[in-house]
Nanobody, 119 residues
Framework: QVQLVESGGGLVQAGGSLSLSCAAS????????MGWYRQAPGKEREFVAA????????YYADSVAGRFTISRDNVKNTVYLQMNSLKPEDTAIYYC????????????WGQGTQVTVSS
């Protein structure tokens, strides 16, 4: 069982930056693939970024590649999402996810944190 708590969301102007954190508690955090997903109003939840258990392999959605950076600290049991050059279309609730494999689906979810980018 893994519990996830996101923080760091807020309101920012287009072109600005925000950093999200996801603190995990429970067992074997370092065994999980950690990811960020987002859901905008009226849209389905979509993949943003993910990171292998070792941190050596990263995955990004095309829409955020080059602007967002995912990282993890297995000692602190925390995963981060650094978001730069934010755009209004990045506005969404951002969710942290932990799963055994990126292709596995499901896994554990945090409660989400709101990111709003004004134009």
């Amino acid at each position: 069982q893994v519990q996830l708590v996101e923080s760091g969301g807020g309101l920012v102007q287009a072109g600005g930056s925000l950093s999200l954190s996801c603190a995990a508690s429970g067992r074997a955090f370092s065994s999980y693939v950690m990811g960020w997903y987002r859901q905008a109003p009226g849209k389905e939840r979509e993949f943003v970024a993910a990171l292998s258990w070792s941190g050596g392999t990263t995955y990004y959605a095309d829409s955020v590649a080059g602007r967002f950076t995912i990282s993890r600290d297995n000692v602190k049991n925390t995963v981060y999402l650094q978001m730069n050059s934010l755009k209004p279309e990045d506005t969404a609730i951002y969710y942290c996810n932990a799963r055994l494999a990126l292709s596995a689906g499901g896994g554990y979810w945090g409660q989400g944190t709101q990111v709003t980018v004004s134009s």
